[in-house]
């Protein structure tokens, strides 16, 4: 019985050599969340609203009016007082991509991103 399981721990470990890996379509910073600062966004409205669209959490360019967009998104934050842009943009860039899209994203026009939360009045 243990000679099924050494092979079984052999095959396992020569399937999953690692030699596959890939980035993926997000590209190595598309985990997020680091927080020394190795991988973060421009900590601008245009920076914050470009990784979210690196993430799929919201698309470049929307054709339906009623979903958020690139453009949307910048003037969300640019129209939020200082103090919570800042808390706004901090959130998106150290937030990892999973945790910044909704359900449905990037074309969910009712759910709002969590860290858009800091910004309301």
Do not use: K
């Not at 690196?54 to 200082?82: K, T």
């Amino acid at each position: 019985m243990r000679q099924i399981w050494w092979v079984v721990a052999l095959i396992g470990a020569a399937a999953c050599d690692g030699t596959d890996a890939v980035d993926g379509v997000r590209g190595p910073c598309g985990f997020g969340g680091d927080l020394t600062g190795t991988c973060a966004s421009e900590r601008t409205p245009e920076g914050a609203c470009s990784r979210l669209v690196e993430c799929g959490a919201i698309p470049l360019d929307a054709v339906d009016p009623n979903n958020f967009d690139w453009g949307r998104c910048v003037d969300s934050i640019e129209g939020m007082v200082a103090d919570r842009q800042g808390v706004v943009i901090d959130c998106i860039a150290t937030s990892t991509c999973d945790l910044l899209d909704v359900n449905g994203s990037p074309n969910n026009p009712y759910e709002r991103i969590f860290c858009f939360h800091f910004g309301e009045n």
